[in-house]
């Protein structure tokens, strides 16, 4: 089994689908910058994801952030514009050569400008249908409730690509 980092949104979505255990079926280890723990326990995080964060499983590992400074030249540069949790994902996944989960379009295209492998919701979503750990179009129906914001053509085309449907 693989070892993966993610960002806030993934973990908070999955908190609120009622599916966050797909992440420990599916990878060996999850690990969660200090920064994104910090979001998820913010008091303006939705009060499920604040007491699972209180409590988190034992595949979850939280990581202190790495400084951005001491990694190669003009990696800060692309990362600047990104919250703290963004940047220390990328930063963690950069490090210690790991895919990251994350879904901003903005941070995605950091982590690719930096070298950094990234997988969102979504692709998770779709492993965990192939894995027969859940049902991808009702769940990503259920997601948009939580204010996802992937088009439906979007959300179709990652069914197709990594479901094959």
Same mark, same amino acid.
């Given at each position: 089994?693989?070892?993966?980092?993610?960002?806030?949104?993934?973990?908070?979505?999955?908190?609120?689908?009622?599916?966050?255990?797909?992440?420990? @079926?599916?990878?060996?280890?999850?690990?969660?910058?200090?920064?994104?723990?910090?979001?998820?326990?913010?008091?303006?995080?939705?009060?499920?994801?604040?007491?699972?964060?209180?409590?988190?499983?034992?595949?979850?590992?939280?990581?202190?952030?790495?400084?951005?400074?001491?990694?190669?030249?003009?990696?800060?540069?692309?990362?600047?514009?990104?919250?703290?949790?963004?940047?220390?994902?990328? @930063?963690l996944g950069y490090e210690l050569g790991l @895919?990251?989960?994350?879904?901003?379009?903005?941070?995605?295209? @950091?982590?690719?400008?930096?070298?950094?492998?990234?997988?969102?919701?979504?692709?998770?979503?779709?492993?965990?249908?192939?894995?027969?750990?859940?049902?991808?179009?009702?769940?990503?129906?259920?997601?948009?409730?939580?204010?996802?914001?992937?088009?439906?053509?979007?959300?179709?085309?990652?069914?197709?690509?990594?479901?094959?449907?």
């Amino acid at each position: 089994m693989a070892v993966i980092i993610s960002d806030t949104g993934p973990v908070n979505y999955l908190v609120l689908l009622g599916r966050i255990e797909i992440l420990g @079926a599916m990878f060996e280890r999850v690990i969660l910058p200090e920064a994104v723990r910090a979001e998820l326990l913010h008091s303006k995080a939705p009060f499920e994801v604040q007491e699972w964060a209180k409590q988190p499983p034992g595949w979850l590992e939280v990581r202190k952030g790495v400084d951005v400074l001491s990694l190669p030249s003009g990696f800060a540069q692309k990362v600047e514009d990104l919250g703290s949790g963004e940047t220390e994902a990328i @930063a963690l996944g950069y490090e210690l050569g790991l @895919a990251v989960i994350m879904d901003d379009q903005e941070a995605r295209l @950091a982590a690719e400008s930096c070298g950094v492998s990234i997988v969102g919701t979504l692709g998770i979503l779709a492993e965990a249908h192939n894995r027969s750990l859940l049902d991808y179009r009702e769940v990503t129906r259920e997601l948009r409730s939580y204010g996802f914001h992937g088009s439906q053509q979007v959300i179709d085309l990652v069914f197709r690509t990594i479901c094959g449907a």
